[in-house]
């Protein structure tokens, strides 16, 4: 069975749920993602091996914005693996963002924050107390977006500081085409494509090089993600290059089967670039480094059909050479502790998306058979209207959310749990706060794609937390912090979350909802894993 549905919306649903928290975080709602500008007698600076940043100090944290991790791509470096940042001479200003990464602003306003190729920078979020002395484990962020969209700012990570004590790591990487242009002409080396996993890989080890400045232990590193940020870290899992830079990962919603292969991405490629006036493979090189960047926000498009694509890390490459979904099957990654979960209602907000897109849906039958094909009938069949109350929308959903979401995520951690230890989790608040426009639709959004975010960063974009989602909010991040100090989310007056040991399909799971906190051990029976594996 083809998997459409993941391919057809992320990207624009993904963007749309960035851009709604970005202004969220613009409209002076009172959780505004980075602090001001602190006055020169509160700063604190700190030496990096470029030179020396000032950020700000802020109660209980310190915050670092906007540190080159990498010299600028471009010129002769666009489509080139990161290089090393330039040195800077005396304090270099790390109060305020940096610039987004270039994207189609489009489908994701900036609301007036800047975007640029010179984007390759990263924030740094420390607890007070942290010194070289007295280290703390860090947590690197990689954000979602599809590949396509987002940036390291819109995730604030205050309470990870100072409720969690741990130093947390925001990573901008390029993206769309020119993080993951795949032609050959550009990589005569056999790395086709992968300028923006490169990237994640140049952050992680200048957290290696430099984080004990800020506090934190290079030896206690976590790779983290959510969406396209988890389908980055399941990449990391299984990369050469990535071997040793982090010692744990956490993974959130990530569809890590959605990924192109060599040949396919270098075929998009070639005609992209002639799309674009570089079709000559002798000159392409050239041609394409000498375009705008405005040019080339419309990204090559690899995995899917027709439009409705995306693009991303490339596999069977130097940089990627196996496809992290066939590594984790073949027990060929490393064994490393894993933190990994869906939300129980993920799809629910694309499905959202295309009722807003088109006021309405199609009818029921026809979304199938768009969606599945001649599977359509099986599924209708597994997911029948009247268990959900009548509403297309929410049988849909429910369809796509466990095959596209849980089931793959069942699969990932059932392979993983072979070597190490797996803790998973599934995010079930179904009053979780949603941007507003996803509650003009006729169906609850519930635990939606992404939003599990708000619990662990204060992001705007969204009503506030009420005290029960606030309570829950606490113990996501303590959990989640104690992960990254130890391996385990072990957590004191919580209720203990075990390993999901080798039989994932019946293995303990925490349930995350406001209330009680439980275990369960029927996602896979009650995601209907059994039959997706047989499409």
Same mark, same amino acid.
């Given at each position: 069975?083809?998997?459409?549905?993941?391919?057809?919306?992320?990207?624009?649903?993904?963007?749309?749920?960035?851009?709604?928290?970005?202004?969220?975080?613009?409209?002076?709602?009172?959780?505004?993602?980075?602090?001001?500008?602190?006055?020169?007698?509160?700063?604190?600076?700190?030496?990096?091996?470029?030179?020396?940043?000032?950020?700000?100090?802020?109660?209980?944290?310190?915050?670092?914005?906007?540190?080159?991790?990498?010299?600028?791509?471009?010129?002769?470096?666009?489509?080139?693996?990161?290089?090393?940042?330039?040195?800077?001479?005396?304090?270099?200003?790390?109060?305020? !963002?940096?610039?987004?990464?270039?994207?189609?602003?489009?489908?994701?306003?900036?609301?007036?924050?800047?975007?640029?190729?010179?984007?390759?920078?990263?924030?740094?979020?420390?607890?007070?107390?942290?010194?070289?002395?007295?280290?703390?484990?860090?947590?690197?962020?990689?954000?979602?977006?599809?590949?396509?969209?987002?940036?390291?700012?819109?995730?604030?990570?205050?309470?990870?500081?100072?409720?969690?004590?741990?130093?947390?790591?925001?990573?901008?990487?390029?993206?769309?085409?020119?993080?993951?242009?795949?032609?050959?002409?550009?990589?005569?080396?056999?790395?086709?494509?992968?300028?923006?996993?490169?990237?994640?890989?140049?952050?992680?080890?200048?957290?290696?090089?430099?984080?004990?400045?800020?506090?934190?232990?290079?030896?206690?590193?976590?790779?983290?993600?959510?969406?396209?940020?988890?389908?980055?870290?399941?990449?990391?899992?299984?990369?050469?290059?990535?071997?040793?830079?982090?010692?744990?990962?956490?993974?959130?919603?990530?569809?890590?089967?959605?990924?192109?292969?060599?040949?396919?991405?270098?075929?998009?490629?070639?005609?992209?670039?002639?799309?674009?006036?570089?079709?000559?493979?002798?000159?392409?090189?050239?041609?394409?480094?000498?375009?705008?960047?405005?040019?080339?926000?419309? !990204?090559?498009?690899?995995?899917?059909?027709?439009?409705?694509?995306?693009?991303? !890390?490339?596999?069977?490459?130097?940089?990627?050479?196996?496809?992290?979904?066939?590594?984790?099957?073949?027990?060929?990654?490393?064994?490393?502790?894993?933190?990994?979960?869906?939300?129980?209602?993920?799809?629910?907000?694309?499905?959202?998306?295309?009722?807003?897109?088109?006021?309405?849906?199609?009818?029921?039958?026809?979304?199938?058979?768009?969606?599945?094909?001649?599977?359509?009938?099986?599924?209708?069949?597994?997911?029948?209207?009247?268990?959900?109350?009548?509403?297309?929308?929410?049988?849909?959903?429910?369809?796509?959310?466990?095959?596209?979401?849980?089931?793959?995520?069942?699969?990932?951690?059932?392979?993983?749990?072979?070597?190490?230890?797996?803790?998973?989790?599934?995010?079930?608040?179904?009053?979780?706060?949603?941007?507003?426009?996803?509650?003009?639709? !006729?169906?609850?959004?519930?635990?939606?794609?992404?939003?599990?975010?708000?619990?662990?960063?204060?992001?705007?974009?969204?009503?506030?937390?009420?005290?029960?989602?606030?309570?829950?909010?606490?113990?996501?991040?303590?959990?989640?912090?104690?992960?990254?100090?130890?391996?385990?989310?072990?957590?004191?007056?919580?209720?203990?979350?075990?390993?999901?040991?080798?039989?994932?399909?019946?293995?303990?799971?925490?349930?995350?909802?406001?209330?009680?906190?439980?275990?369960?051990?029927?996602?896979?029976?009650?995601?209907?894993?059994?039959?997706?594996?047989?499409?």
């Amino acid at each position: 069975m083809p998997h459409r549905p993941t391919r057809r919306f992320v990207r624009v649903a993904t963007a749309l749920l960035a851009s709604l928290l970005i202004a969220g975080c613009a409209s002076g709602d009172g959780q505004s993602p980075v602090p001001p500008p602190a006055p020169a007698e509160r700063s604190a600076v700190v030496q990096t091996a470029s030179g020396a940043v000032r950020g700000v100090l802020a109660p209980g944290y310190r915050v670092f914005d906007g540190i080159p991790y990498a010299a600028a791509p471009v010129g002769p470096l666009r489509w080139q693996p990161p290089a090393s940042p330039v040195p800077w001479q005396g304090v270099r200003d790390a109060t305020r !963002p940096a610039l987004r990464c270039p994207q189609d602003t489009k489908v994701d306003p900036d609301y007036g924050r800047p975007t640029g190729e010179d984007c390759l920078s990263l924030n740094v979020w420390t607890p007070d107390g942290a010194t070289k002395d007295k280290p703390r484990a860090v947590m690197v962020w990689i954000h979602g977006g599809g590949f396509l969209n987002g940036s390291a700012d819109i995730y604030d990570a205050r309470w990870l500081a100072t409720q969690g004590d741990i130093v947390v790591v925001t990573v901008n990487y390029r993206l769309g085409t020119l993080g993951f242009l795949a032609h050959p002409a550009l990589s005569p080396d056999g790395d086709a494509g992968n300028y923006g996993l490169a990237d994640q890989q140049a952050a992680l080890r200048w957290v290696r090089d430099n984080i004990a400045e800020f506090g934190g232990d290079p030896d206690k590193v976590t790779v983290a993600g959510e969406s396209a940020g988890a389908m980055s870290v399941c990449d990391h899992l299984v990369a050469p290059g990535s071997s040793g830079l982090f010692r744990a990962a956490i993974l959130q919603s990530g569809p890590c089967q959605t990924q192109a292969d060599r040949p396919t991405a270098q075929r998009v490629s070639l005609d992209y670039a002639a799309s674009v006036g570089c079709g000559d493979p002798a000159t392409a090189a050239q041609c394409l480094r000498a375009l705008p960047a405005d040019r080339l926000l419309r !990204p090559p498009l690899y995995v899917g059909f027709d439009a409705d694509m995306l693009t991303g !890390p490339v596999s069977g490459t130097d940089r990627l050479p196996e496809d992290p979904m066939a590594a984790i099957g073949l027990d060929r990654v490393p064994r490393v502790p894993v933190l990994i979960g869906t939300n129980a209602d993920e799809f629910t907000l694309f499905t959202a998306i295309k009722f807003l897109q088109n006021r309405g849906l199609p009818p029921y039958p026809k979304l199938l058979a768009d969606t599945f094909g001649a599977d359509a009938a099986a599924v209708e069949a597994n997911y029948p209207l009247q268990r959900y109350g009548g509403s297309t929308g929410l049988a849909y959903s429910a369809a796509v959310t466990d095959g596209e979401f849980a089931c793959p995520a069942d699969r990932i951690a059932a392979g993983l749990a072979h070597g190490a230890p797996v803790y998973a989790y599934e995010f079930n608040d179904r009053t979780a706060p949603a941007p507003d426009p996803f509650r003009e639709v !006729p169906f609850p959004v519930g635990a939606g794609h992404g939003l599990e975010l708000r619990y662990l960063f204060d992001i705007g974009g969204a009503p506030p937390l009420d005290p029960a989602q606030r309570q829950l909010s606490d113990q996501m991040v303590e959990y989640w912090s104690q992960f990254v100090k130890s391996g385990a989310p072990d957590v004191t007056a919580e209720p203990q979350w075990p390993q999901l040991g080798a039989d994932a399909s019946t293995g303990p799971r925490l349930s995350l909802q406001t209330g009680k906190l439980t275990i369960t051990t029927d996602f896979a029976a009650r995601h209907q894993c059994p039959f997706w594996a047989t499409r």
